[in-house]
């Protein structure tokens, strides 16, 4: 399974940006696909999670009424992302594992991350 994330960019606070995993090697319904992220000098953080045939889903309490995981089409997923604030700026990751689950241990195969800026 290979991953690409896209779409990171700068934004001010309060914008939105939609994040996509492009997935290849599998569909998105054989694997979970997961958002990460990580700012510097922290540790990666789960942002979010969709299982693979059932599509649940699933946030971090940061994040949560603020972000939505979606299952564009067989090889894409979306993280669309609004009110974004300061504390959002991050490198963002995509990666696929098979349970769901916002733990990044879970997760086997990762691709490069995008970055995401959320500043005026």
């Known amino acids: 399974v290979q991953l690409q994330a896209s779409g990171g960019g700068l934004v001010q606070p309060g914008g939105s940006l939609r994040l996509s995993c492009a997935v290849s090697g599998l569909t998105v319904d054989d694997v979970a696909i997961g958002w990460f992220r990580q700012a510097p000098g922290k540790e990666r953080e789960g942002v979010s999670c969709v299982g693979s045939h059932d599509g649940n889903t699933y946030y971090a309490d940061s994040v949560k009424g603020r972000v939505t995981i979606s299952k564009a089409s067989a090889d894409t997923v979306y993280l669309q992302m609004s009110s974004l604030k300061p504390e959002d700026t991050a490198v963002y990751y995509c990666?696929?594992?098979?349970?769901?689950?916002?733990?990044?241990?879970?997760?086997?195969?990762w691709g490069q991350g995008t970055q995401v800026t959320v500043s005026s």
């Open positions: 990666a696929s594992g098979v349970h769901a689950s916002t733990t990044a241990r879970d997760f086997t195969n």
